[in-house]
């Protein structure tokens, strides 16, 4: 089935810009859907449709998607941001969703 | 608003069943497929699987066929997961997720606040 790879690990220092990748077999022709999960929360849908922020998603938060790589870029991180963050795409083969590995966010 | 609550945490020991609720407010529980996903301790999020909430017809992902089965009581807008035979790799958090779409390209809008079962004994 589809496989979506993210790095483990990303740290930032507070004002700085996050991005945090998402890698598969040209995802750039699916749609990356991005999910936020604070510790002990479940997890919180932040972008839909590779770039479409939910009401309620400040707009630091943005998504790019293009060849083998979609991409979640959070502007200005702030302490709050501090989560594990997932990549999910719909893999048509398999008629299944299908999740990255996630990526710890660790805001220094 | 969107809600789904989900019943609380569950200690089992190995063999026994335990069922999971879901119950949905805030719009009408039939309007959208819902998805079961499970995260095992420190580890990601997988996909269980969905039940059409219009027909309760589920589907399951092929590592949770078997001990694992979805079911639906529509006049308490309620969704279930039940487990039989617990093992204890069968502890983690399980979330209820409602599907934004109903033809297929998943994604999931709304989360349950997860229930977590323990299997030990």
């Known amino acids: 089935s589809y496989v979506l790879t993210q790095p483990p690990s990303v740290a930032v220092a507070p004002g700085e810009t996050a991005r945090i990748s998402c890698g598969g077999s040209?995802?750039?022709?699916?749609?990356v859907h991005w999910y936020q999960q604070r510790p002990g929360q479940a997890p919180v849908l932040v972008i839909s449709?590779?770039?479409d922020r939910p009401s309620g998603i400040p707009e630091r938060f943005s998504g790019s998607n293009s060849g083998n790589t979609a991409t979640l870029t959070i502007s200005r991180v702030e302490a709050g941001d501090e989560a594990d963050y997932y990549c999910?795409?719909?893999?048509?083969?398999?008629?299944?969703?299908?999740f990255g590995g996630g990526s710890k966010l660790t805001v220094l | 608003q969107v809600q789904l609550v989900q019943s609380g945490s569950e200690l089992k020991k190995p063999g026994a069943s335990v069922k999971v609720s879901c119950k949905a407010s805030?719009?009408?529980?039939?309007?959208?497929?819902l998805n079961w996903v499970r995260q095992a301790p420190g580890q990601g999020l997988e996909w269980m699987g969905w039940?059409?909430?219009?027909?309760?017809?589920?589907t399951y992902a092929q590592a949770f066929t078997g001990r694992f089965v979805f079911s639906l009581d529509t006049s308490v807008s309620t969704a279930y997961l039940q487990i039989t035979s617990l093992k204890a790799e069968d502890t983690a958090v399980y979330y209820c997720?409602?599907?934004?779409?109903?033809?297929?390209?998943?994604?999931?809008?709304?989360w349950g606040q997860g229930t977590l079962v323990t299997v030990s004994s």
């Open positions: 040209n995802i750039g022709d699916k749609s």
């Open positions: 039940i059409n909430t219009n027909s309760g017809n589920p």
């Open positions: 997720a409602r599907d934004a779409n109903d033809y297929g390209d998943s994604y999931f809008d709304y």
């Open positions: 805030g719009y009408t529980l039939t309007s959208y497929p």
């Open positions: 999910q795409v719909w893999d048509s083969s398999s008629e299944h969703p299908v």
């Open positions: 449709y590779d770039r």
